[in-house]
């Protein structure tokens, strides 16, 4: 039966100098980095389509990436795949009284601020002196995720809108802002200045829809996934149409669209 042993001298051999992959051999933390990324993105893909064998494929491809990364840094004598392995159980044990210990919380609530008050904590230990209620968000995180991560921080101080429909009041308002600068864009293609203020509203619109889903508690990255699932399926849908009047290139956006409703109309009766 295979092990998590097994799986190191695999890495192990694939990083060998001495017959090792080419390709394997000439990687680093930095290139490795986007490839940990997107197979933690389909892990959730896995998850969201509800497919238990993918996503046991899919979570082995990221433990791939745990161990990859485990192993170049044994290479360069910072540590091994074990002490990854001893820091996390150390952490979930420390940051678990109420479950490893004798402490008692209420709630959930109270356990999550037990929580937050131990990473400060363990931060503050490493060194680290920032004490904004900000402190911690790590700046590698995809920016959507990072928006409501910065949000939430921002609430658990007060500073939060008490519920949706201020939050709606607020992106009307952004909306408005970018038709101001798509006009002010559109008067003069070349005013640098005046794209950069287009690029910021957009950025307002996006950072307030993160707000909207976080009041919904809706995650931003599920929702997303969701909405480009849909749209390719009814986009492949439209090609399908399409295909025996030689296809949607060459056609009008009408004659388009109209292929777009009755895919919507077939996936409606289908459901």
Same mark, same amino acid.
């Not at 959730?44 to 899919?58: H, N, P, Q, T, V």
């Not at 150390?90 to 210990?101: E, N, S, T």
């Not at 363990?122 to 700046?139: C, F, H, N, P, V």
């Given at each position: ?8 001298? =695999? ?5 060998? #100098? @001495?017959?090792?992959? %080419? ?5 680093? &933390?930095?290139? =490795? +980095? #986007? ?18 064998? @993918? ?13 990859? !990364? ?8 910072? &540590?091994?795949?074990?002490? *990854?392995? +001893? ?9 678990? #009284? !109420?479950?490893?210990?004798?402490? !008692? &919380? ?35 995180? #995809? ?14 101080? /007060?500073?939060?809108? %008490?519920?949706?429909? %201020? ?21 003069? %293609? ?5 794209? @950069?203020?287009?690029? @910021? ?6 950072? *307030? ?5 976080? !009041?919904?508690?809706?995650?931003? /990255?599920? $929702? ?6 849909? &749209? ?7 090609? $399908? ?19 777009? *409703? ?10």
């Amino acid at each position: 039966m295979s092990d998590i042993a097994e799986l190191l001298a =695999i890495m192990a051999k694939l990083r060998d #100098p @001495d017959g090792g992959c %080419p390709w394997d051999l000439q990687q680093d &933390f930095a290139t =490795i +980095a #986007p490839y940990t990324i997107e197979e933690a993105y389909e892990v959730a893909d896995a998850i969201d389509r509800g497919d238990m064998a @993918d996503l046991k494929d899919e979570l082995g491809d990221l433990l791939l990436q745990v161990v990859f !990364h485990a192993r170049m840094a044994e290479e360069a004598g910072a &540590f091994a795949f074990g002490d *990854v392995v +001893a820091a996390i159980c150390d952490k979930m044990i420390r940051r678990h #009284p !109420h479950v490893f210990g004798e402490a !008692h &919380f209420a709630d959930a609530e109270a356990q999550l601020t037990d929580w937050d008050a131990r990473k400060r904590a363990e931060r503050a230990a490493k060194g680290d002196a920032d004490t904004s209620a900000l402190a911690g968000i790590a700046r590698g995180l #995809p920016e959507w995720q990072r928006a409501v991560k910065l949000q939430h921080k921002a609430a658990k101080v /007060g500073f939060d809108w %008490p519920g949706p429909a %201020p939050v709606l009041e607020k992106l009307a308002e952004e909306i408005e802002e970018v038709r101001v600068e798509f006009d002010a864009v559109a008067a003069d %293609p070349g005013d640098a200045a005046a794209r @950069d203020r287009l690029e @910021d509203e957009l950025g307002d619109i996006l950072f *307030v829809c993160a707000n909207l889903a976080r !009041h919904a508690k809706v995650d931003v /990255g599920t $929702a997303l996934r969701r909405a480009n699932a849909k &749209f390719e399926r009814r986009f492949r849908a439209m090609e $399908a149409l399409a295909a025996a009047d030689g296809g949607l290139a060459g056609k009008s956006l009408d004659a388009q669209d109209r292929y777009w *409703v009755r895919a919507k109309a077939v996936e409606n009766e289908d459901k």
